[in-house]
C-alpha cells in the first residue's frame, strides 16, 4: 500500500511534455506513469515542441515501430541514433539568447549524456519528467502503473490502481478523457473526478513572438528558470 495520497493522477508517459502536464502532477499527491497501456505513433510519446525563429519544431526520438504495432510504451525501444546530441544542439541553435539559458544548459547537458545510450524510451521520459519535476520545485511522488495488479480496460483498469492505492479521493484526469471515462464508475467507490483545466495560463517572456502555449516545458524553463513554477498557475507572479 502506498501512503495515504487523497490526489491521484495516471497518465502516459510524454517526451518533455508541456506545463499543463506538470501542473497536473503538482496537483496530485501521486502521480502513476500508465506506460503499460499499447505506445501510439505520431504522439507525444516520443516527441514534442520547442519555439524557433521559424516557427514551433519537432523533437523527435527514433523508436522502432515495425512490426510492433501492439507494443506498449515501457516495451518501445529508441533506435540507436544520435537524437540526444541533436536535440541539446537545438536547445543551444534556439535558446542561446534566451535569459536562463546558461542555468538550464547547466543541468540538461548532463541529463542527456547519461540518458543518450538508453534503449527504453519509457525510461528516458520519466527520468526527464522527475528532473524537470525538480527544477520546477515539484515534489510529487512519481510511480509506474506495472507496480499494480491492473484489471479491466478503460475506466475499469484505472479504477482498479486506485483502488489499491490507500485514501484516494479524487482522480484528477485531463479534459481529452471526458469522451470515454465513466465518471459514474468512480462516483459509485467514492472517488471524485477532478477535470484539468488548460485555459488562461499566463503568457510568459518567450522569445520569437507571437507566443506559442503548448509547446515543451523546457521553453519555459528557458525563458522564466526559477520563476517557472508561478507560470503552471493561473495567474502571473508580476
Not at 542527456?112 to 527504453?120: A, F, I, P, T, V
Not at 502555449?213 to 528557458?222: A, E, R, Y
Amino acid at each position: 500500500m502506498m501512503a495515504e495520497p487523497k490526489k491521484v493522477a495516471i497518465v502516459q508517459s510524454s517526451y518533455i511534455p508541456w506545463r499543463g502536464y506538470f501542473d497536473m502532477i503538482a496537483k496530485a499527491d501521486l502521480f502513476v506513469l500508465y506506460d503499460v497501456v499499447q505506445y501510439t505513433k505520431r504522439d507525444w510519446r516520443n516527441r514534442n515542441k520547442i519555439k524557433t525563429a521559424a516557427g514551433d519544431k519537432w523533437l523527435t526520438i527514433p523508436v522502432r515501430t515495425s512490426h510492433r504495432q501492439f507494443q506498449r510504451i515501457n516495451q518501445a525501444e529508441v533506435v540507436p541514433a544520435i537524437w540526444a546530441d541533436k536535440h541539446l544542439k537545438s536547445f543551444e541553435v534556439n535558446y542561446r539568447k534566451a535569459r536562463y539559458f546558461d542555468q538550464t544548459m547547466e543541468w540538461l547537458v548532463p541529463l542527456y549524456s547519461d540518458l543518450k545510450e538508453q534503449r527504453q524510451l519509457s525510461i528516458i521520459n520519466k527520468s526527464l519528467i522527475k528532473a524537470l519535476c525538480q527544477q520546477l520545485s515539484i515534489s510529487t511522488p512519481i510511480i509506474e502503473a506495472e507496480d499494480f495488479q491492473i484489471i479491466g480496460h478503460r475506466s475499469q483498469a484505472l479504477l482498479s490502481i486506485l483502488q489499491q492505492i490507500e485514501g484516494v479521493t479524487h482522480y484528477i484526469s485531463g479534459p481529452a478523457a471526458k469522451a470515454y471515462l465513466d465518471e459514474e464508475l468512480f462516483n459509485n467507490q467514492n472517488i471524485k473526478v477532478d477535470w484539468m483545466d488548460y485555459a488562461d495560463y499566463p503568457i510568459y517572456d518567450q522569445l520569437f513572438p507571437p507566443f506559442s502555449p503548448k509547446v515543451s516545458i523546457v521553453d519555459l524553463l528557458f525563458n522564466e528558470g526559477p520563476n517557472s513554477r508561478y507560470y503552471l498557475k493561473r495567474q502571473s507572479p508580476k
